[in-house]
């Protein structure tokens, strides 16, 4: 019988390879011609290092200068003549600030002539920024969003707004440089806007969006805080090209592909997966059981950004949540085996980048109090290490939303 656990890391292997930046890097630049002015390089998120790498390998000399700024652990080295910093998220913090301003620095004083290539991708809400608030502040809301359920779209509605480079303000920065903007997407749908709060991108959310969602959530704003969320961010943004590429979509169906070359009958379930992570590791085992009766061997996929309202202590992260509910739903299910991991390769504040379960974990390798304690306090983190179901990849230089999937071996 083959080893579930190999299949499901073979999968996440060719699947995250598969939506790699570096080819849309390529073909935005080959064969562009940027002039006789300045380029500039600037690259923000958890997929910043790869992007800016490939873009620099395939401009060599052009390249005037620049900066780099990902999340901690994310870089590989210095690339040519770019500053490189890391920064803080989910939450940002001083150093992502800090990166953001040696960045705006850069695209002062530019004329027509000059080119900033910006290199975006998720991750960059937190790793590029310079607030119009305390720092404090942000965070306090940040977290406040985050706990309590709001989803990706209403925390950047927030955000842009508190914000002196979101929203299509770092756009207005270079003016009156051109900008090529090459976005790698990590929200459903590939709205553009989205993808690390629209640093080039014109703000499709009004004043009124952000008011319901700090009224929604029950933010405790200041009154500064009111008055930002109460202005509107840029319109008409001018010499702006924005190039979006990567999908969760894309990562769904190559996932599809590379486990019916595993010998499996594969079907995806969607990718826009946005409901709380335990009910989406409840709807998967659900599945799962639906599927117990198969001739064949079955792979059940899906994709998206689920939330977790966090109540408890613990550590862990959404993927690892959706691991252990469906952990226990699946409990007792024959060669059956369910992950979801974070095509980042983090998930929370953790070192993992998700979590695998098969039937024999509730049950075999932990209890089902121990399941329920776990849920419980959001600790999904220890329980599974207990398990031997976290799964850790490291940085993978990509990023373009979450992959959970369910094994049936027949």
Known sequence: MTDLKSDALEIIRLSVASVMPDRAVKKALENRNFGDGKILLISAGKAAWQMAKTAYDCLGGRVDGGAVITKYGHSRGQIGNLAIYEGGHPVPDDNSIRGTRAAAGLVEDLNGSDTVIFLLSGGGSALFEIPLVPLE??????????????????????????SAVKGGRFAQLCSPAKVLSVILSDVPGGSADNVASGPTYEDLSTCADAVRVAEKYRLTCTDEVKRLLRTETPRGICNVE??????????????????????????????????????????????????????????????????????????????????????????????????????????????????????????????LREALDGLGNNDSYNVLKKAGGLIITGPTGTNVNDLSVVLIRR
């Open 242 to 367: 924005n190039i979006v590429t990567g999908s969760v979509g894309e990562l769904v169906k190559n996932a599809a592909l590379y486990a019916e070359g595993l010998g499996y009958n594969s079907f995806i379930l969607g990718d826009s997966l946005c409901c709380e992570a335990r009910d989406a590791g409840s709807f998967l085992a659900s599945e799962a059981g639906l599927h117990q009766n198969a001739e064949r061997s079955v792979a059940l996929i899906a994709g998206g950004e689920t939330v977790v309202h966090v109540k408890g202590n613990g550590l862990g992260g959404r993927n690892q949540e959706i691991a252990l509910s469906g952990a226990i739903g699946i409990a007792g299910m024959r060669d059956t085996a369910l992950f979801s991991i974070g095509s980042d390769g983090t998930d929370g504040p953790t070192d993992a980048a998700g979590g695998y379960a098969d039937g024999n974990t509730v049950g075999g390798k932990i209890s």
């Open 137 to 162: 502040e942000l965070k306090k809301l940040t977290l406040e969003l985050l706990e309590r359920g709001a989803d990706i779209g209403e925390i950047n509605t927030v955000r842009k707004r508190l």
